[in-house]
């Protein structure tokens, strides 16, 4: 079954270096999103990206984070200038058309900031 | 505004009982969907009821919607110890690719 796959599974950075989180969609997947949960809390949406361009962000997306599709596969999160509060798990999700609504998640990216 | 917040926040059961969990929201919704995860991994999606739907069945699971009340609960029946997760609500507004906003999950575990 095609599966939504998310590399490093963790990564140890420390505050101040800048890190990419990469995911790799389904394949025939249109729209592509980072989420991301604080431990013990809940998942909170980050960004959706569609047609090579991002089509929301959230209030937590701000100028540190960018997104980008590089090569048509790979989809990428990066955290410019990391900060303690931004250790969580990272979720890459894609789904297959624009009125599709099941999201296929990866297993995530535990970033610690030390 | 919260959406999404459910209740229990734990629950513990034996196995083959039946484990229900409840999920209110505040917003107008488009779909709800159920999701779950495992202690530290990904998230799977499970069922999804639409707005116009009140009632869903996938296998053992259950899901009711009431539109009125903003609420929907999942219902597990003959649970199974494999059953043990965490089961998070989702809402999304039904704008294309709209993002999800889930509640804050309730800690299911079911003892053998």
């Known amino acids: 079954e095609p599966e939504v796959t998310q590399t490093p599974s963790h990564q140890v950075t420390q505050m101040g270096q800048e890190v990419i989180l990469r995911c790799v969609p389904i394949?025939?997947?249109?729209?592509f999103y980072w989420y991301r949960q604080i431990l013990g809390q809940k998942v909170e949406f980050l960004v959706s990206?569609?047609?090579?361009?991002?089509?929301?962000k959230s209030e937590i997306f701000d100028d540190q984070f960018s997104v980008e599709r590089p090569d048509g596969s790979n989809f990428t999160l990066k955290i410019r200038s990391t900060k303690l509060e931004d250790s969580a798990m990272y979720f890459c999700?894609?789904?297959?058309?624009?009125?599709?609504?099941?999201?296929?998640f990866g297993q995530g990216t535990r970033l610690t900031v030390v | 505004s919260q959406q999404g917040e459910e209740d229990p926040q734990a629950l513990s059961i034996q196995e083959g009982e039946n484990a229900t969990m409840n999920c209110s929201y505040k917003?107008?919704?488009?779909?709800l969907q159920w999701y779950r995860q495992n202690s530290g991994r990904g998230l799977v999606h499970l069922i999804l009821?639409?707005?116009?739907?009140r009632e869903k069945h996938s296998g053992r699971l259950r899901v009711t919607l009431d539109t009125s009340k903003k609420s929907s609960s999942l219902l597990i029946t003959a649970s199974r110890a494999a059953d043990t997760a965490s089961y998070f609500c989702?809402?999304?507004?039904?704008?294309?690719?709209?993002?999800?906003?889930f509640g804050e999950g309730t800690q299911l575990t079911v003892n053998p």
């Open positions: 999700a894609s789904i297959t058309t624009p009125v599709a609504h099941e999201a296929f």
């Open positions: 394949s025939n997947h249109l729209y």
């Open positions: 990206f569609y047609n090579n361009e991002i089509s929301e």
């Open positions: 917003t107008s919704i488009n779909n």
């Open positions: 009821i639409r707005s116009n739907e």
């Open positions: 989702a809402t999304d507004a039904g704008t294309s690719g709209s993002r999800l906003t």
